[in-house]
Nanobody, 128 residues
Framework: QVRLAESGGGSVQAGGSLRLSCVAS?????????MAWFRQAPGKEREGVAS?????????TVADSVQGRFTISKDNEKNTLYLQLNSLKPEDTGVYYC???????????????????WGQGTQVTVSS
């Protein structure tokens, strides 16, 4: 079983920054070997933002839409996944979700259908 708890969302102006955190509680390490961030804007489908897979090189994958602005990282000792959001734009507004456990070797695909465990989400609002 896995529990994921996101935090760090908020309201910022365009150009600002936020740091999201996702604390994972899992009974076995393999549940959190692959973790990812997704986001969902109102009226839109859930979109993959970035993934972190400790079993692959490179470990991090970042979606083209946020490449160069968002950075994913993980503190294994704290079992916490981070997403640093820089140069935020109004189109980055949405609920950001943490997810865990995708089939081996497929973490980087960033498809929400592949992930088994989800957090409650944290709201990010970027004003122009």
């Amino acid at each position: 079983q896995v529990r994921l708890a996101e935090s760090g969302g908020g309201s910022v102006q365009a150009g600002g920054s936020l740091r999201l955190s996702c604390v994972a509680s899992a009974s076995e390490d393999f549940y959190t070997a692959c973790m990812a961030w997704f986001r969902q804007a109102p009226g839109k489908e859930r979109e993959g933002v970035a993934s972190f897979d400790k079993e692959t090189q490179p470990r991090a994958t970042v979606a083209d839409s946020v490449q160069g602005r968002f950075t994913i990282s993980k503190d294994n000792e704290k079992n916490t996944l981070y997403l640093q959001l820089n140069s935020l734009k109004p189109e980055d507004t949405g609920v950001y979700y943490c997810a865990a456990l995708a089939p081996r070797g497929r973490c980087h695909i960033l498809s929400p259908d592949l992930f088994e465990y989800w957090g409650q989400g944290t709201q990010v609002t970027v004003s122009s």
